[in-house]
């Protein structure tokens, strides 16, 4: 079942980036409430019998110009739809889980015509499959900004229908 992200999701979210994402992409507690509350239309989870199967993390925000991991975030307002953090369990990867969670995102926001995101830790080619590209070239205060989340990350954009 997709539903919107809740406060109480915040432990087992917490529990499933600490398993999918390096120390240095963590985002604290603080962090991640804040993209709730300022933006609670725009994350979600996914969860099978109370047990969660991932979570989506975004917002609303300027292009080209992505906040920096682990910080509190007070306003979410631009054109482009960010995405934050994509998260899927290990138990639920390959099911459709991150789709899903997309899909019912931009349902919910049709008029969003353009998303952007980085892609880390080498999930460049699933955003690929789901439309994304690399956008380049890109100026250097955001090139320097995206090489710290490690190496392979990418600076990706897609045109929504």
Do not use: N
Not at 3 to 21: E, H, M, S, W
Not at 44 to 63: F, I, K
């Amino acid at each position: 079942m997709i539903r919107p992200f809740r406060v109480d999701d915040l432990p087992a979210a917490l529990a499933l980036q600490a398993v999918g994402y390096p120390e240095h992409l963590h985002d604290g507690e603080a962090a991640f409430a804040s993209r709730v509350r300022v933006a609670p239309d725009w994350c979600r989870v996914a969860e099978t019998d109370g047990r969660l199967d991932g979570y989506l993390l975004s917002h609303p925000w300027t292009s080209t110009a992505p906040p920096a991991p682990d910080v509190t975030l007070t306003v979410a307002e631009g054109p482009v739809w960010y995405i934050h953090d994509l998260s899927v369990a290990p138990h639920a990867r390959g099911t459709g889980v991150g789709r899903a969670l997309l899909e019912a995102c931009r349902k919910a926001h049709p008029r969003a015509r353009r998303s952007e995101l980085i892609a880390v830790d080498g999930a460049g080619p699933f955003w690929t499959r789901l439309g994304w590209s690399p956008v380049g070239p890109l100026p250097e205060s955001l090139r320097v900004k995206v090489a710290r989340y490690g190496a392979g990350a990418v600076y990706m954009g897609r045109e929504l229908d």
